[in-house]
């Protein structure tokens, strides 16, 4: 029943991320193009088109901005909304009549809010990654520059704290 009731929370709150989403993929994919393009042109060329670039650019850049603090206020918002109304508001009433227990209860509003929070961090790392930095090739060109100044880090330290990261994204989501 855990499982039924999973895949109903899942379609019920997909709803409100995916077209968040994509929309953050958009700008970001958008962001980047317009970045190559400023960063290709050279000469006459670029003295000419050079105001619409840099508008283009504050433009895409501001969206991106306002869709990734949006992501995170929505992320947050709907997963608190969704618990309320779910369980404490009048569909409460018929959640416990349900022949589950209160744990798959809650779990079936849980799981999803992890899942949809971890992604909503994962889909920010990434985009920033593309946008900012150009792809993944490039980041991690980036990263092998700065830790030989502040001393080595090695893959297991950036293991260990991504571990850390996620286990306090489950704990923080499991104690509001």
């Given at each position: 029943?855990?499982?039924?009731l999973?895949?109903?929370e899942f379609?019920?709150t997909?709803?409100?991320?995916?077209p968040?989403y994509?929309?953050?993929?958009l700008?970001?994919?958008?962001?980047?193009?317009?970045?190559k393009?400023?960063?290709?042109?050279?000469?006459?060329?670029?003295?000419?088109?050079?105001?619409?670039l840099?508008i283009?650019?504050?433009?895409?850049a501001?969206?991106y901005?306002?869709?990734?603090?949006?992501?995170?206020?929505?992320?947050?918002?709907v997963?608190?909304?969704?618990?309320?109304?779910?369980?404490?508001?009048?569909?409460?009433?018929?959640?416990?009549t349900?022949?589950?227990?209160?744990?798959?209860?809650?779990?079936?509003?849980?799981?999803?809010?992890?899942?949809?929070?971890?992604?909503?961090?994962?889909?920010?790392i990434?985009?920033?990654?593309?946008?900012?930095?150009g792809?993944?090739?490039?980041?991690?060109?980036?990263?092998?520059?700065?830790?030989?100044?502040f001393g080595?880090?090695?893959?297991?330290?950036?293991?260990?704290?991504?571990?850390?990261?996620?286990?306090g994204?489950?704990?923080?989501?499991?104690?509001?």
């Amino acid at each position: 029943m855990l499982s039924k009731l999973l895949k109903y929370e899942f379609r019920s709150t997909a709803i409100y991320f995916l077209p968040i989403y994509a929309a953050l993929i958009l700008v970001s994919s958008f962001f980047y193009i317009v970045n190559k393009i400023s960063e290709s042109m050279q000469g006459d060329m670029y003295i000419k088109y050079y105001h619409m670039l840099d508008i283009l650019q504050v433009i895409s850049a501001s969206i991106y901005v306002l869709l990734a603090i949006g992501l995170a206020v929505t992320t947050f918002i709907v997963i608190i909304i969704r618990f309320y109304k779910n369980l404490l508001g009048n569909e409460g009433y018929l959640m416990f009549t349900l022949p589950v227990s209160v744990e798959e209860n809650i779990l079936a509003k849980l799981i999803p809010s992890i899942v949809w929070f971890l992604g909503s961090c994962v889909l920010g790392i990434f985009t920033i990654i593309h946008a900012f930095f150009g792809g993944f090739q490039s980041f991690f060109g980036f990263i092998d520059i700065y830790p030989k100044d502040f001393g080595a880090v090695t893959i297991s330290q950036y293991i260990t704290i991504i571990t850390l990261f996620i286990f306090g994204v489950i704990v923080s989501l499991a104690t509001i």
